[in-house]
């Protein structure tokens, strides 16, 4: 490494080389561009689930209808003379429409037509639903309302989410990243060079990533590149304040800037390359999941996250040598300067105070992490399709307005798909009315070797008791040959366990690999182990205090039932990172200082830029909320709360009053300290 190091720091190499890296990435972005995002239709759907089967069936049809738009005409009285020609007349103008009259309800408030809409990808199924709307809407007496739901205006509705979403998201991750290396450099050129060689990784790594899974045939989502540039930035710029504290470090020891950052370079690489790979080893056990779009994600993060830390190893050091100690201007450092580990700093004075009372730190802060993860034990997963937006859509309030006048379940029932033909189907609605809990069943499509049979459910949709019908449902055709239950709330109840299986399978994975991970770079048992311990501390009361902003202050019932599994997965892989930074730079202290002494020194050196790398990561992961998905919100929160815990708190406080207490055992059974461990 040290070879590679003087490499990048040559004088005309380093230039030559950032020069190149900029230009030749921005090429490759410009000339090969994303992949093409492939058909959604069943990336969220589990594998193996009955919900997915009865889809793959439903495309077998000869004319798959893909789904279905309901049309809802309603007045606040009943409908008048003029209200029924007026609906008869934009029915039979509807995109797609057949021909079928307006279906009125009891009360006489209310009228629904259903709209076939064809299958196709998420933008497609929008812009139909928009030419419905338009023309359901046209030329309306006064007081009569047009709305349009079902299960495709739901569909148009979340792709209208992720309209834009990635150019408003990097806009915003830019921004805040920028005000806060601003802030943290204070000065008017510095923060430009991090911003620029992160932002081209972020554009890299989107096309990489993206042309990885298409290599590979991993399903994407809408929400997979947006994450990705979040991660990308917010791990990218976590790099860069560490590697540019060290080089400002060096700069007051070391005259000539190539050597400081060929010596800064080999010092933080250790460090940056052991981060990279714990959380790209966390990231890849996402590849298990039962989700096809969550295997998207793990596997495009990985690439996302090497590609920020290759610029910021290579790249970024070339690119800040070119410039001379100017581009720190005002804040210049100078040989001779007091460096971080041996000035007396806030954070030195904060180690100083841990060090008098380790026990009281480690008693006091951990039962202040087990009050805020007291209110785990009230967290409820599962959201209804109403419940996944920040902003209620046409599609949701016009199914609410749809269950005051006809059967809620009928706007979006259950789909029961099975092998065979229209007699089969006859036969199929006879089993399904006869199960309790299904208020009405009927043939609505067959051909090609299958048949659907459309039921309606009691109760609320997205209750407990209409998830409830769904089993039983299943349970009373578990004899039926090549037949399955799926749709909206059966996809829920399969979601809802494989969620369960996920995080079962996949959280254990994450917490082994992760330990020896940690056991290689510190050649420790003890350390991986409490510092892993820490880190789902962390998670626990994040999580515990996330849900009861989510309660108390932001309205929402319940979780997403794939968020604990995403938010354990980057916050412990994201929060070992902060670890590593300090306890890699405690066990260098520790080579000339002692155990205690260097765990100290190596708060004071590493402290500031931690902090402001903890404060940036979760500002970035906040920046989610921008788009108006409640997943995408509840998410930035937990990863949010949990990073700042575990910058302020954690790291500063408990893992170094525990290294305090342990000293040489913390290390158990390497040593540090030692004039052999110096030598080494």
Partial sequence: MGRIADLVTRRWVA????????????????????????????????????????????????????????????????????????????????????????????????????????????????????????????????????????????????????????????????????????????????????????????????????RTLDVFGVAWDESTVGILSVLVFGAGTDYALLLISRYRDELRTTEDRRAAMAHALRRTTEAVLSSASTVVLGLLTLLLSAFPATRGLGLAC???????????????????????????????????????????????????????????????????????????????????????????PESITASQRYGESFSAGSVDPVVVMAAGDEAAGKSLVEKVTAVDGVESARVVASGGGVVEVDAVLTGTPGSDEVRDNVVALRDALAGSRDTHVGGTEAEAVDTADASNRDRALILPLILGLVVLALGALLRSVVAPVVLVATVVGTYLASLGASWVLFTQVLGFERLDEGVPLLAFVFLVAL??????????????????????????????????????????????????????????????????????????????????????????????????????????
């Fill in 302 to 392: 990985a690439v996302g996250v090497v590609v920020a830390a290759a610029f910021a190893l290579v790249v970024l050091p070339a690119a800040l040598v070119v410039f001379g100690r100017w581009v720190f201007w005002p804040r210049v450092p100078h040989v001779g300067e007091a460096g971080l580990a041996d000035a007396r700093s806030p954070w030195r004075r904060v180690g100083d105070a841990v060090a008098r009372r380790p026990v009281v730190v480690v008693t006091v802060v951990l039962l202040a992490l087990g009050a805020a993860a007291g209110g785990i034990t009230q967290v409820r997963a599962g959201l209804s399709t109403a419940d996944q937006f920040l902003d209620t």
């Fill in 575 to 680: 929060g070992v990172d902060y670890n590593i930074f300090l306890v890699t730079r405690a066990a260098e202290e520790s080579r000339g200082h002692g155990p205690r002494e260097g765990m100290l020194r190596a708060l004071a050196a590493t402290g500031g830029v931690i902090t402001s790398a903890g404060i940036l990561l979760a500002a970035v992961f906040a920046v989610l909320g921008v788009l108006p998905l409640v997943v995408l919100a509840q998410l930035g929160v937990i990863i949010c709360v949990g990073v700042l815990l575990d910058t302020l708190v954690v790291r500063t406080l408990l893992v170094p009053a525990i290294g305090v207490l342990l000293g040489d055992r913390f290390w158990w059974p390497r040593r540090v300290g030692t004039p052999a461990e110096a030598d080494a």
């Fill in 15 to 210: 230039g030559l080389l950032a020069l190149a890296a900029l230009l030749g990435a921005g090429a490759l972005i410009g000339v090969v561009g994303q992949a093409e995002k492939p058909d959604g239709t069943l990336t969220a759907l589990p594998l193996d689930s009955d919900s997915r089967a009865a889809a793959e069936l439903r495309q077998r049809l000869p004319e798959d209808e893909g789904s279905a738009a309901v049309v809802l005409f309603a007045r606040d009285g009943s409908l008048t003379a003029a209200d029924d020609a007026a609906i008869q007349r934009n029915a039979a103008a509807l995109p797609g429409a057949t021909g079928m009259p307006a279906q009125k309800s009891e009360d006489g408030t209310a009228a629904v037509v259903v709209v076939p809409v064809a299958s196709g990808d998420a933008t497609r199924t929008a812009d139909t639903v928009a030419d419905i709307r338009a023309a359901a809407k046209a030329d309306l007496p006064d007081g009569l309302t047009a709305q349009v739901t079902g299960p495709a205006a739901i569909q148009a509705d979340l792709a209208g989410v992720f309209d834009g979403a990635n150019t408003r998201l990097l806009l915003a991750t830019a921004s805040v990243v920028a005000l806060l290396l601003v802030i943290t450099y204070r000065s008017p050129v510095l923060w430009l060079v991090p911003l620029t060689v992160v932002g081209v990784a972020d554009q890299l790594a989107a096309v990489l990533a993206t």
